[in-house]
DNA sequence: GACTTGATGGTATGTTTGTACCATAAAAAC
DNA sequence: GTTTTTATGGTACAAACATACCATCAAGTC
């Protein structure tokens, strides 16, 4: 054989093929082909490292989860020295919205993949539900913890509170990918809105 | 032949059976084989009536877009003989939250086509950008008029508090239809936003 | 040095798709 | 009563797809 290969790494490699193709020609214009033109490989490697396309499209959103979940995770730590409820509340909410190249990729090969998933039972909805949920229970913990803190007005329902801003996140950042809002503007209603419920500052 | 049939009845027919369709299995699994068979019809006939498939996908989102404008305008006009501004606000943004089967078809499918967009060219983006734009200036009117009733708060931007209440409504049909809320709590959801909006109820 | 085994390329195959073509019955036109 | 239209069915066809199969070459193993 030629040099040993790290699979994993060859995983990585492929599946971020096929998140390129997805952002650019949509999901479900991804063939076997196109992967791996967009790889640089032939199709029969696609074949060799993901048996089935399934395998591969599981495999893909299965990556493109944890991705995000690490994306949030490092904007709270950033955030997190200093532990401004408020600080902490808009950098997460912020993720959602597409900025850089690759967080427009993540979140259109996401959302394109949490639709498919509406009708498509094969991709078992688990993944699109686990995540949001923890999140509302964090943004509830955080929104209580401000509200003792004197930073947030004590008569907001934060469960409420908690589902309207990962609401208006999500409507958010389906806008800028449609391309009826910039990602600019879409921040700026997220920091008025969040600057209305923490009134000190 | 055998009775003169009435075209645009029959393109309506084969459309709604296209809705069904894609509903049903997602969009991109919608052939001419399968509307044909939901519609009860031969292939040859899809055809007869939408010479192309692209036709008849740019006929359905035409279709399905008119029919949403009319079941809102439906809602301020029911809503709109007593005219409470907040009344009417939570009416338009309502018809969003997918209850009924028919508005759940609806809103799937054109959230479907929306994602699609993103990526299709041919599908043009314009009928998702025309009707949000023509809505955030109705709401901003409304706001801006419940404002110098003294119904809201005068200190509110109405301009981005119409772009968080459309995204808030957005956001929470969309997860409805990824069954992570009932409608029943976006409905709560929404109308507890409202109430923070409108003090006065 | 012989042999196994991992990584890769190319090709064949059966299925599904959109679309084009051929056919027919029956109402309308004259 | 013949001759157009109109609405419909069935079938044929080329393209594209996922997948299975055959082949090869090089690095380890002994």
Redesign the interface.
């Known amino acids: 054989m030629p040099k040993l290969v790290d699979h994993e790494e060859r995983r990585a490699q492929i599946i971020d093929a096929l998140l390129r193709a997805a952002?650019?020609?949509?999901l479900?214009?991804v063939t076997m082909r196109s992967v791996a033109i967009e790889a640089g490989i032939s199709v029969r490697l696609v074949q060799y490292y993901f048996d089935t396309k399934e395998q591969l499209l599981l495999a893909a959103i299965n990556r493109l989860t944890a991705r995000m979940g690490e994306r949030v995770r490092d904007r709270v730590r950033t955030a997190g020295s200093s532990p401004a409820p408020r600080a902490i509340v808009e950098a997460v909410l912020l993720e959602a919205v597409p900025t850089d190249e690759e967080s427009r990729i993540f979140h259109?090969v996401h959302?394109?993949y949490?639709?498919?998933?509406?009708?498509?039972p094969a991709l078992g909805?688990q993944p699109?539900?686990a995540a949001?949920?923890e999140m509302e229970g964090f943004l509830i913990s955080r929104l209580a913890a401000a509200q003792q803190a004197g930073d947030a007005d004590p008569h907001l329902?934060a469960r409420?509170e908690a589902?309207?801003l990962?609401?208006?996140?999500?409507?958010?950042g389906?806008?800028v990918?449609?391309?009826?809002?910039t990602a600019d503007?879409a921040t700026?209603?997220l920091r008025?809105?969040l600057g209305r419920l923490f009134p000190g500052s």
Chains 1, 2 share one sequence.
């Open positions: 952002a650019d020609t949509g479900h214009a259109l959302t394109e949490a639709v498919l998933s509406i009708t498509d909805g699109f539900l949001p949920n329902d409420q589902v309207v990962l609401s208006v996140s999500a409507g958010l389906l806008s990918l449609l391309g009826q809002r503007d700026a209603v008025y809105h």
